[in-house]
């Protein structure tokens, strides 16, 4: 699975603290694409499920 970079509306980052159990800084990462761990799958895979938007390429904005 390649994973690229999501954009997602405004407070679903803090929505996804309380559910996923993971630091501010992971979401961050997992959203840039920048780790390729179990919860940066996990939080790709929630974000998309709620209606995030995965870039064509990271520096498309």
Do not use: Q, W
């Amino acid at each position: 699975m390649t994973c690229r970079e999501i954009l997602l509306c405004s407070g679903e980052r803090k929505e996804l603290l309380k559910m996923i159990h993971v630091s501010y800084p992971t979401i961050n990462a997992a959203l840039k694409s920048k780790t390729k761990t179990i919860p940066a799958f996990k939080i790709h895979e929630a974000v998309l499920e709620r209606g995030g938007r995965e870039m064509k390429e990271n520096n498309d904005r």
